[in-house]
């Protein structure tokens, strides 16, 4: 057995459902996830019910990870048609602007770029505006964060044609950065049908064999490693209209070294994209004496049934996986060992407060 210590690792990137709908997730089994993962820090998206868009909602939101997280988090803003004027005064507390500009899970919706150039132009210069952008929107919104002087960082990139321009953009020094998921570095539409027909159902969708190629050769344009964890309920997936999303934060770290063993990058590089990009572009504290303590060569079998999320499913059923966190310490507590959460809802902290 090979024991590494690694840095708490950061998500910038996860759905944890409160307010309404904590049947798929809350702050408590969210952030138990996350600890058993290996994360101590995530970031949550606005696509609430209702959209965290305001001061009230945003409000809700903090009170509810306040009594509830149990590893440290910050909270994403949404942009929406009904906050323009007020979104920037916001800004001091949370880690982000998301905008949404493709379908996806929820209402949350920006859908004319008179809104999307307004916003843009409202907040702070120094701090990011995430996007949920495909395709052509990617391009809408690099081009819109250069001409407003902000910085984009485009959510989830999925295919070959958006990196490309992603990269594209950077060689002029367009100030823009990216992340990707484990489930478009490892699975694409050839996947779908053994996962199933609703419950591989993600958005960006899974994309072609030469879309992933196209990602994996690319690592050097990929500044951060995001789960996109996204859990909605079994029954919900398979229903006739199966939501968009899948779990991933249980799942996530033995993927990334998967990439360090195939040759990718360097376990610095994971380090980087895991853990000190996601602080320097979301600008998060140094959460000291913090670390966690993996075994590289361990396999295990992943088992949705096992798993602390609340959905108790994942798209990567039956896979065997290298690599488990064996133990997990943040801010000088042990809060995770050998397969139990040992910190206390309550005990995670805004990164903005
Ligand atoms: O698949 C997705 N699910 N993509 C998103 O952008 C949203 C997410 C969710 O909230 O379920
Ligand atoms: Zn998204
Ligand atoms: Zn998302």
Request: charged share 25%.
């Amino acid at each position: 057995m090979a024991t590494i210590r690694l840095p708490g690792l950061i998500d910038p990137h996860v759905h944890l459902r409160e307010p309404g709908a904590t049947h798929k997730e809350d702050y408590d089994s969210g952030t138990a996830a996350a600890l058993a993962g290996g994360f101590t820090c995530v970031l949550d998206m606005p696509n609430n019910t209702p959209p965290i868009t305001t001061a009230e909602t945003l409000a809700a939101k903090q009170a509810a990870a306040r009594l509830k997280a149990r590893c440290d988090y910050g909270i994403h803003l949404g942009a929406g048609t009904d906050n323009i004027e007020s979104a920037a005064w916001l800004a001091p507390q949370v880690t982000g602007l998301k905008m949404y500009l493709d379908q996806t899970f929820g209402p949350l919706r920006l859908d004319d770029l008179d809104s999307l150039i307004q916003h843009m132009d409202r907040w702070p210069d120094n701090r990011p505006v995430l996007c949920h952008a495909e395709g052509r929107t990617v391009a809408a919104c690099i081009m819109a964060g250069h001409l407003t002087g902000k910085h984009v960082h485009i959510c989830h990139v999925s295919r070959k044609d958006e990196i490309d321009l992603i990269r594209r953009a950077k060689d002029k020094g367009i100030q823009v950065t990216c992340e990707v998921t484990p489930h478009h570095f490892f699975l694409s539409e050839e996947d779908a049908p053994k996962i199933g027909p609703g419950r591989s159902e993600v958005r960006p969708r899974l994309a072609k064999g030469t879309d992933r190629s196209a990602l994996r050769a690319s690592l050097e344009v990929i500044d951060c490693f995001a789960t996109d964890h996204a859990p909605h309920t079994l029954a919900e997936k398979d229903s006739p209209k199966p939501p968009p999303g899948f779990p991933g934060l249980e799942t996530a770290l033995p993927l990334y070294l998967e990439l360090v063993r195939e040759g990718l990058i360097t376990i610095e590089g994971l380090i980087d994209r895991a853990v000190n990009n996601p602080r320097r572009i979301f600008d998060l504290p140094v959460q000291p004496e913090t670390w966690i303590e993996v075994d590289e060569d361990a396999d295990w079998i992943v088992r949705g049934a096992e798993t602390f999320t609340r959905c108790k499913w994942t798209p990567f059923e039956g896979w065997t996986l290298r690599g488990r966190v064996l133990r997990v310490v943040l801010r000088g507590t042990e809060v995770y060992r050998n397969g139990e959460v040992l910190a206390a809802p309550g005990f995670g902290r805004d990164v903005r407060m």
